[in-house]
């Protein structure tokens, strides 16, 4: 005889778990940019980096750790593997030696054409059209900005 579900045995589903949903998707869509980014020398933290400072360029570390919501601790690796690519350089601040200012070289910026071709490759990839692709982004945005702001 089979065993009664109850509400909590519904609500300990993994498959009912948002966070799992997101994670799983979150390693799904890495492995999706694994082979692509490998073409061009880069993996998929470095890609966000990169994105950031083509976006931005000249960025203070601290400045990049917040827009991608990685620690100093983390980040600095990363930065020190792109350095060494050769796509940026780290230079103290003038008025304040504490600052590190990351900016692009010009084989940095040189890497930007190169990879303008990846959102194409990753649109088709997930099998969904831009206005989809762009409402998902929105909506885990949204999700983000709640979840990290503090009462």
Do not use: H
């Amino acid at each position: 005889m089979a065993k009664k579900q109850t509400p909590t045995d519904e609500a300990l589903k993994l498959d009912n778990q948002l966070c799992f949903a997101l994670y799983s998707a979150s390693l799904a869509m890495t492995k999706l940019y694994k082979p692509v980014l490998s073409k061009v020398g880069m993996t998929y933290p470095q890609y966000l980096v990169m994105l950031a400072l083509w976006e931005n360029d000249g960025q203070t570390v601290s400045e990049l750790g917040e827009r991608l919501f990685l620690d100093s601790g983390t980040l600095t690796p990363l930065l020190k593997r792109l350095e060494s690519a050769g796509w940026l350089k780290r230079t103290r601040a003038r008025d304040d030696e504490r600052r590190v200012i990351i900016s692009l070289t010009e084989a940095g910026q040189q890497l930007k054409a190169q990879a303008s071709l990846i959102p194409e490759c990753m649109l088709r990839a997930t099998r969904c059209a831009l206005p989809e692709i762009q409402s998902i982004t929105r909506q885990i945005q949204a999700l983000r900005e709640r979840l990290t702001l503090r009462p």
